[in-house]
């Protein structure tokens, strides 16, 4: 049998497999029970996140199902966030484990913070600071300008996992002075030509610290841009 063949093979195997629990779950009265009190008990610990506008919200929305054979079904054909097959994350972390407490906070515009003082966060030291399965891709305009959202996006995470995305002439190598590239200038990313914009693009951030890390779409310049970045981290 092909590699493909295989693969359909136990795709069609794990099908009936929760067909097979669906059923069970109909038919086993204990083996439903346990199934919907695992689900009564996991709806009451979703943690719940607010929104910009103040709404507040499951960070993992889950069907509106109370019958054994349903949850079943999900249970086991899809899974949830960390769980076999996985169709609804591969990590846990963000949707089903706790999240630390923000304290607030006098920010400006974007969630910026004023003032220079970037972190406000109080850490939970009860609450395992595992990394978010996120890394957010921002860059545009100038260093400034992608700072901001940086810390816009990154305003309530327990890790910052940050994805710096550079404008076509800091890709080529070529200065935002040069001849012809101006209206290329902050266009798709952002524009860093000097350690001081690399300074700026990641102020507020302890680039040394465990809980943060970067990572740069970056071409042919890249040696330039990670020794720009070291040196910013240095300052």
């Known amino acids: 049998m092909s590699k493909l063949g295989q693969v359909v093979?136990?795709?069609?195997?794990?099908?009936?497999?929760?067909?097979?629990?669906?059923?069970?779950a109909r038919t086993d009265k204990t083996f439903?029970?346990?199934?919907?009190?695992?689900?009564?008990?996991?709806?009451?610990?979703v943690p719940v996140t607010r929104a910009p506008t103040g709404l507040k919200l499951p960070r993992l929305a889950l069907p509106e199902i109370d019958?054994?054979?349903?949850?079943?079904?999900?249970l086991f054909g899809e899974g949830l966030p960390g769980e076999f097959p996985f169709l609804n994350g591969a990590y846990r972390e963000m949707y089903l484990e706790p999240v630390r407490e923000v304290e607030e906070?006098?920010?400006g515009k974007n969630g910026h913070p004023k003032n220079g003082k970037i972190d406000n966060r109080k850490i939970d030291?009860?609450?395992?600071?595992?990394?978010?399965?996120?890394?957010?891709?921002?860059?545009?305009?100038?260093?400034?300008?992608?700072?901001?959202?940086?810390?816009?996006?990154?305003?309530?995470?327990?890790?910052?996992?940050?994805s710096t995305a550079f404008d076509g002439p800091t890709l080529y190598?070529?200065?935002?002075?040069?001849?012809?590239?101006?209206?290329?200038?902050?266009?798709g990313?952002?524009?860093?030509?000097?350690?001081?914009?690399?300074?700026?693009?990641?102020?507020?951030f302890d680039l040394?610290?465990?809980d943060f890390s970067a990572s740069m779409t970056i071409s042919g310049p890249a040696p330039i841009i990670m020794a720009m970045y070291i040196a910013a981290a240095k300052r």
Do not use: C
């Open 189 to 204: 990313g952002v524009a860093v030509d000097t350690v001081e914009d690399m300074v700026r693009l990641y102020d507020g």
């Open 105 to 107: 906070g006098r920010r």
């Open 9 to 24: 093979e136990s795709v069609e195997k794990y099908n009936q497999f929760v067909l097979d629990q669906v059923k069970r």
């Open 32 to 45: 439903g029970a346990d199934l919907l009190g695992r689900w009564n008990d996991l709806k009451a610990k």
């Open 173 to 187: 190598g070529i200065d935002s002075d040069a001849d012809g590239v101006f209206g290329k200038i902050g266009e």
């Open 208 to 210: 040394g610290s465990p």
């Open 67 to 74: 019958e054994p054979g349903e949850i079943a079904r999900f």
């Open 125 to 162: 030291k009860k609450t395992p600071q595992e990394e978010e399965p996120t890394r957010l891709f921002s860059g545009f305009m100038l260093a400034e300008d992608t700072n901001e959202r940086f810390h816009y996006l990154t305003a309530h995470q327990r890790t910052h996992r940050l």
